[in-house]
């Protein structure tokens, strides 16, 4: 399973690190993305990274602000989310799954249990 953590409170402009650790398995040929669901809302893609050539694919309002990486070695996929908004408020997750489907979601395993973000002041 992929289990989530760092998530918290934090004032709006401030930074946060997510991270996506992956626990009875490797992480390695998995394409991994991130996901968000806010109270009352749909869950959306925000990110995905593919396992081969390390490319990104982002959700436009996050664009300039999250960045997703991975370390294989670590078993570990990140998100750095700086310039938080009130709006990024929400239960983020990772999952497993092909990129090309990451706004939806689609065809995605393994979810974690998500990690909390509150962004206020």
């Known amino acids: 399973r992929l289990v989530e953590s760092g998530g918290g409170l934090v004032q709006p402009g401030g930074s946060l690190r997510l991270s996506c650790v992956a626990s009875g398995f490797s992480l390695e040929g998995y394409h991994i993305g991130w996901f968000r669901q806010a109270p009352g809302k749909e869950r959306e893609g925000i990110s995905c990274?593919?396992?081969?050539?390390?490319?990104?694919n982002y959700k436009d309002d996050v664009k300039g602000r999250f960045t997703i990486s991975r370390d294989d070695a670590k078993n570990t996929v990140f998100l750095q989310m700086d310039n938080l908004k009130p709006d990024d408020t929400a239960l983020y997750s990772c999952?497993?799954?092909?990129?090309?489907?990451?706004?939806?979601?689609?065809?995605?395993?393994?979810w974690g249990q998500g990690t909390q973000v509150t962004v206020s002041s």
């Open positions: 990274i593919n396992a081969n050539d390390l490319s990104t």
């Open positions: 999952a497993a799954g092909p990129c090309g489907t990451f706004y939806s979601g689609t065809y995605f395993f393994r």
